[in-house]
């Protein structure tokens, strides 16, 4: 399939060295428009939104950030750690949005499972659908936040009753 060649330079933005080091793409062979479209259908079998998602994961780094590199407890038995690395990512998408360079962990104290995020991935998973490439080390994969967090589906939107 030819590419836009908007699309190219986003593909070469999620490449390593140029927003950052590692890039979000990984060791991925799919292409962009394959890893979205997986991970939709992969949030929809978990009766999950990308919306309901990124809205968990950012409450969780606002609950995290007044610990800051401290963990702070949510729930029966986990915790979360937000680390703040004092700098700014710019979205490699090309929408202008920039992001603070933070880092989230959640840890299941009784397993020592842990999932991790930054905040520049609740904006792509918010605004792109975009969890990043298998083998990318912030790669956010659906699934396993789920088994975590337990998220809630989004309510139906509400019939107007007049
Ligand atoms: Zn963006």
Known sequence: MKQSP??????????????SADGFLGSDP???ADIIRDDQAL??????TH???????????RLGLPGLGTPVPYGDHLEVIVMDYRGIIPCPFRDNV????????????????????????????????????RGSP???????????????PDPEPEKTES
């Not at 593909?11 to 927003?19: D, I």
């Not at 949030?43 to 999950?48: A, E, I, M, T």
């Open 98 to 133: 920039r992001e603070e360079k933070r880092l989230t962990v959640c840890r299941d104290r009784l397993t020592g499972d842990a999932i991790r995020w930054t905040d520049l991935n609740v904006h792509m998973i918010a605004a792109h659908g975009f969890y990043e490439g």
């Open 6 to 19: 908007e699309q190219r330079e986003i593909e070469e933005n999620l490449g390593p060295g140029a927003f």
């Open 30 to 32: 799919r292409s962009l």
């Open 43 to 48: 949030v929809k079998s978990l009766g999950l």
């Open 138 to 152: 912030f790669r956010v994969d659906p699934a396993e936040v789920q088994a975590m967090l337990g998220i809630q």
């Open 51 to 61: 919306q309901a998602i990124a809205r968990q994961l950012g409450a969780l780094i």
